[in-house]
């Protein structure tokens, strides 16, 4: 069977979107007092372009302090895009301070926040749009700042985590649609039984015809709702044996027993007529065919 990758994830339900809501407070409240320190520890540094690196950490820190105040009183209802508007910020505060010095490990904090988003987006289209953003923000200080020797090193293991979590959220995908898959084979299955096994029983109730399976191994006894009525009983009532001997008249009950150990000897079928006491005093004459094989099956 051909399985086809959705862009829609099981974990992209309801439940999801409520656990990613939830961390949204506490990764703002930790990443707006990270940012706001950056922005303090630029406006100390004595490098070019330093100012507007510091100026531009100290807007973004302050705006994830805001959402964090306003996502604590009144939670986002899009969880996803809140979480990628987040970490969206966080790649452009690492991509300032790397545009002022593209170091190594500066350069890890693209690392960080790739790994963050494969680990916290659920829903490929944010996932792959996030990660893609944030390639985007590294190779910018690679494209327009000197780099050091150890840059292109930083970059192949941000773009081998990146490429690692994405097959990763792929395969998780994939797994999640073929269990999906399996899960709507089995319940179409379960409707159909369900299904077929209401037509029986409607069957068997406009012909007055049950039928029920007998384990002389075990002595079990099955029955359809219609043999239990057939008989006066009602449907899920115990049974046994003895209670289906007894409820057959007296003068009747050797020539079913000498039917039924022929059928057990050597699979003769079950074929005769035979009366029934029914618990309001009524006698029904029943006619009863079966098979009796390795599994007994019979029908009243």
Known sequence: MAISLRIEDAESSEVAEASLRASLVPISSVGAPAVLFGSLL????????????????????????????????????????????????????????????????????????????????????????????????WLAPFALASAAPQWPLVGLVLFASSIAALAA???????????????????????AIGRSNRALRNAQRIASVGSYEWDPATNELSWSDEHYRIFGWEPGEPLSSKRFFDAIVAEDRPRLVEALA??????????????????????????GLGVCAVEARSAA
């Open 42 to 137: 630029w406006s100390q540094i004595d490098l070019p372009g330093a100012p507007a690196a510091a100026a531009t950490l100290l807007a973004i820190g302050y705006v994830l302090f805001g959402l964090a105040l306003r996502w604590h009183r009144h939670p986002p209802r899009r969880a996803h895009l809140a979480a990628s508007t987040t970490l969206a910020m966080l790649f452009v505060s690492a991509m300032v301070q790397l545009l002022v010095y593209p170091n190594p490990g500066l350069g890890a904090l693209h690392v960080v926040l790739a790994f963050g988003a494969a680990v916290s987006l659920t829903d490929l289209r944010w996932l792959v749009g996030v990660e893609l953003f944030g390639a985007a923000t």
């Open 169 to 191: 959220r792929v395969g998780h995908f994939l797994t999640i649609q073929r269990i999906r898959d399996l899960t709507s084979e089995r319940e179409s299955r379960e409707d």
């Open 262 to 287: 022929r059928s057990l000897n050597d699979g003769t079928p079950v074929d005769l007529e035979f009366q029934i006491r029914r618990p309001d005093g009524q006698r029904r004459l029943l006619h």
